[in-house]
């Protein structure tokens, strides 16, 4: 039986989270897969495998990216965790659509919980999330779900959502290089988990293949990448009003 800690996360919160909550399941007896990168795929699992995995909400869904990895995904017989982590917003459909998709994997998801971590687009909202508080409960979280699931024949779990989900919405936008800053030493191409930054010219970056996960501009050492001054004023605009809103961690066993 192999206990896998699986998470797709640009900027580094689901990691966070899925880790507490696996440390809560298996202590340190777990593997831990990065979806994140291009070429990883969720492992084949079966009868006695566990997969807890977490992704970021993205307007309401999980990204695509994911979404595809485990559509492709061997996972029958397995038992599954899954969780969402949003910042601060709503995450409306991302809970239901991960569900549904690790069972039509094949695995039988026992939990499931949305957690707030800090928004990466105007991180004041929800700042400092997951906080020390945050990550009890999702240690808490996940030894519930190993007494769910060690205690044999379980009901799948009830998730909220609604089916058909909502729409995703295409980048409208992708972040820009300040060309004096940029070393050109390609890191952002290698970290993009779409390959939509060209590795011979990081200036170019393909909107098609682009989820404006953030990764390139929160990761750049030289901090030469960043949001359109339009896009960032129109998120900071509609997301400001967030930072006085303290939501909870919703749990479902
Ligand atoms: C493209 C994009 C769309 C987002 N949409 C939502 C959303 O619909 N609701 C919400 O509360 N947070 C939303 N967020 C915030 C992320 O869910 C949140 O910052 C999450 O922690 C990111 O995970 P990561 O740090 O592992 O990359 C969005 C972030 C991005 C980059």
């Known amino acids: 039986m192999t206990v896998y800690c699986l998470y797709f996360s640009p900027c580094g919160s689901c990691r966070s989270c899925a880790k507490a ?7 340190e007896d777990y593997e831990e897969i990065n979806l994140t990168n291009r ?3 969720l492992p084949e699992a ?12 993205y307007g309401g869904r999980i990204p695509l990216p994911l979404a595809q990895k485990i559509a492709r995904a061997s996972l ?7 969780m969402v982590v949003y910042g601060n917003r709503a995450y409306e459909d991302a809970l239901i659509e991960l569900s549904d998709l690790l069972t039509q994997a094949g695995a039988s998801v026992a939990a499931g919980g949305a957690f707030i971590a800090r928004h990466v687009f105007v991180p004041e909202v929800a700042e400092g999330r997951p906080n020390e508080n945050d990550l009890a409960q999702l240690t808490s979280f996940g030894k519930s779900a190993a007494r769910k699931i060690a205690s044999g024949s379980f009901e799948p779990v009830q998730v909220p959502g609604s089916r058909p989900y909502r729409d995703r919405s295409p980048a409208s936008f992708t972040p820009v290089v300040d060309a004096d800053a940029c070393q050109q030493c390609g890191l952002c ?40 001054a339009k896009a960032k004023e129109f998120l900071t605009t509609k997301l400001s009003p967030l930072i006085s809103i303290t939501r909870e961690n919703e749990i479902f066993l």
Request: with cysteine; net charge negative.
């Open 39 to 41: 070429s990883q795929d």
């Open 21 to 27: 909550a696996a440390e809560g399941f298996a202590g």
């Open 76 to 82: 029958s017989g397995a038992a599954a965790v899954a």
């Open 189 to 228: 191409a290698r970290s993009c988990p779409t390959g939509a930054i060209n590795p011979k010219n990081p200036h170019e970056t393909d909107i098609t293949l682009c989820i404006d996960c953030m990764r390139c501009v929160q990761g750049c050492p030289e901090e030469a990448r960043s949001l359109p």
């Open 46 to 57: 079966g009868a006695g495998d566990v997969l807890i995995i977490s992704a970021p909400v």
